[in-house]
């Protein structure tokens, strides 16, 4: 059974930064692309990061390049995204999720690209 538990949300000032953590279990790491989303009250969820369990090629939405990162430790089905110069519009429920792919499609932005689902964790960014 496939399964994602996302964690490491909190409450934190603007310009600090949090680490948010996706372990996986069920299926083989490398096999995955794993995507970070968020979603904000009120407003449609959002595709803000990608990794490719493959080779590691990494993607950005371009209101966080620069101040987010993702990475993944293969060898603990985990991947992070580490939320540096946080903004209170980053604040939301942040969702990870997982797609059987070989490499990383360009339409990795959209909800429909996935099939797994882990809870979300909220990270509140405070003025």
């Known amino acids: 059974e496939v399964q994602l538990q996302a964690s490491g949300g909190g409450l934190v000032q603007a310009g600090g930064s949090l680490r948010l953590s996706c372990a996986a279990s069920g299926f083989t790491f490398d096999d995955y692309a794993i995507g970070w989303f968020r979603q904000a009250p009120g407003k449609e969820r959002e595709g803000v990061s990608c990794?490719?369990?493959?080779?590691?090629?990494?993607y950005y939405i371009d209101s966080v390049k620069g101040r987010f990162t993702i990475s993944s430790d293969n060898a603990k089905n985990t991947v992070y995204l580490q939320m540096n110069s946080l903004k209170p519009e980053d604040t939301a429920v942040y969702y990870c999720?997982?797609?059987?792919?070989?490499?990383?499609?360009?339409?990795?932005?959209?909800?429909?690209?996935?099939?797994?689902w882990g809870q979300g964790t909220l990270v509140t960014v405070s003025s």
């Open positions: 999720a997982a797609v059987e792919a070989s490499y990383v499609r360009p339409t990795w932005e959209r909800r429909d690209e996935y099939d797994y």
């Open positions: 990794i490719s369990g493959s080779d590691g090629s990494t």
